[in-house]
């Protein structure tokens, strides 16, 4: 049915700043979204974005492409078998990449995690009762909920040009793009 390919990337939190994040030119694509203000993982945040991504060192990012066979891209579908191929291959991929990310959180110590696309932890977010998020050490931000351009940071850093769905098919691959934020390493006692 598909076929995965990863990749991995890193980059100075500074230059990626520099170079990636747009905070408000992102936030505002970001109101267009069904989940603008309705998951605590989206904008508006209650925290400086900027101030959050100087606050580490380094990003690592992870991109998982998933391919799909000819055959499969080929055909229309329903809304019910898309939301099917979908369940069993974008969900199945996006939930293996944040456990990958957050097996990864527990040996990197004072790190985070950015997921790709908005936190589907709850079926229904706290935050659309005003609430506190249930499992905020779960819950994490995206690159574009903190003003990363994707789209720029799949092809400068992975050769790869965003495809979307359009009329009842599948695109030929998506692309799912997280991440680490590292703080520097502490030296050791020897200076290692």
Same mark, same amino acid.
């Given at each position: 049915?598909?076929?995965?390919? &990863?990749?991995?990337?890193?980059?100075?939190?500074?230059?990626?700043? &520099?170079?990636?994040?747009?905070?408000?030119?992102?936030?505002?694509?970001? *109101?267009? %979204?069904?989940?603008?203000?309705? *998951?605590?993982?989206?904008?508006?945040?209650?925290?400086?974005?900027?101030?959050?991504? #100087?606050? $580490?060192? #380094?990003?690592?990012?992870? %991109?998982?492409?998933?391919?799909?066979?000819?055959?499969?891209?080929?055909?229309?579908? #329903?809304?019910?078998?898309?939301?099917?191929?979908?369940?069993?291959?974008?969900?199945?991929?996006?939930?293996?990449?944040?456990?990958?990310?957050?097996?990864?959180?527990?040996?990197?110590?004072?790190?985070?995690?950015?997921?790709? /696309?908005? %936190?589907?932890?709850?079926?229904?977010?706290?935050? *659309?009762?005003?609430?506190?998020? *249930? $499992?905020?050490?779960?819950?994490?931000?995206?690159?574009?909920?903190?003003?990363?351009?994707?789209?720029? #940071?799949?092809?400068? $850093? $992975?050769?790869?040009?965003? &495809?979307?769905?359009?009329?009842?098919?599948?695109?030929?691959?998506?692309?799912?793009? /997280?991440?680490?934020?590292?703080?520097?390493?502490?030296?050791?006692?020897?200076?290692?």
């Amino acid at each position: 049915m598909y076929q995965i390919r &990863k990749q991995s990337a890193e980059t100075s939190t500074e230059e990626y700043l &520099k170079q990636y994040v747009d905070v408000k030119t992102i936030t505002a694509n970001c *109101r267009n %979204c069904p989940n603008y203000n309705t *998951r605590w993982s989206c904008p508006p945040h209650n925290f400086d974005v900027e101030k959050l991504w #100087t606050s $580490f060192h #380094t990003l690592h990012l992870s %991109c998982v492409q998933i391919v799909y066979d000819s055959d499969i891209v080929l055909r229309a579908y #329903t809304k019910e078998g898309l939301s099917e191929i979908l369940h069993n291959s974008l969900d199945h991929e996006k939930r293996q990449l944040r456990e990958r990310l957050e097996a990864r959180l527990h040996q990197l110590p004072g790190s985070a995690a950015l997921a790709s /696309g908005c %936190c589907e932890l709850c079926s229904r977010c706290a935050r *659309r009762s005003n609430l506190p998020c *249930r $499992f905020p050490y779960h819950m994490h931000y995206s690159i574009e909920s903190l003003g990363g351009d994707v789209v720029k #940071t799949a092809h400068d $850093f $992975f050769g790869i040009e965003l &495809k979307w769905m359009g009329d009842n098919r599948l695109p030929e691959y998506f692309t799912l793009i /997280g991440g680490i934020l590292l703080n520097p390493q502490p030296h050791s006692a020897t200076g290692d």
